[in-house]
């Protein structure tokens, strides 16, 4: 495994490095995450329906993630061209496929959330002798 994922980095030309950290950025980021998230277990909502099921994001941290979102391709903006305004958000294939493969890490995370307690916990403990 360690192996071809060298071989896929190797792979890489130096433009693609810059799209790489961007993309990985998302797969980190809790607003990104809860967005894709979001929008996978209950398919297309406006803007305002997105931030009511994120607790504790801003609406411009929401727009700008969104904008985020968009830019590379992991959710479609549907612009219904109406007065009053009413545009919706939806995962795109793409976006569907990055769900999909955060499924096992988040699963994993799960699992071992007390082991990662613990470990904190025995850490903060030596680092208080320190």
């Keep these: 495994v360690l192996r071809y994922s060298q071989t896929v980095c190797d792979g890489l030309r130096d433009d693609d490095d810059v799209v790489r950290r961007e993309l990985l950025a998302h797969a980190g980021n809790r607003s990104s995450l809860g967005i894709i998230h979001t929008l996978g277990v209950y398919g297309s909502l ?16 929401l727009t700008r993630t969104l904008r985020q979102l968009e830019r590379d391709g992991l959710v479609i903006r549907n612009d219904f061209g109406e007065n009053p305004p ?3 958000y939806e995962l795109s294939e793409t ?19 007390d082991r990662f307690r613990r470990s904190r916990e025995d850490f903060d403990a030596r680092s208080d002798i320190d």
Excluded: F, S
């Design 86 to 88: 009413r545009v919706e």
């Design 95 to 113: 976006g569907m496929d990055l769900l999909l493969r955060m499924i096992p890490l988040w699963t994993w995370i799960v699992e071992n959330a």
């Design 46 to 61: 406006h803007h305002a329906e997105i931030g009511r099921r994120m607790h504790g994001v801003t609406q411009r941290m």
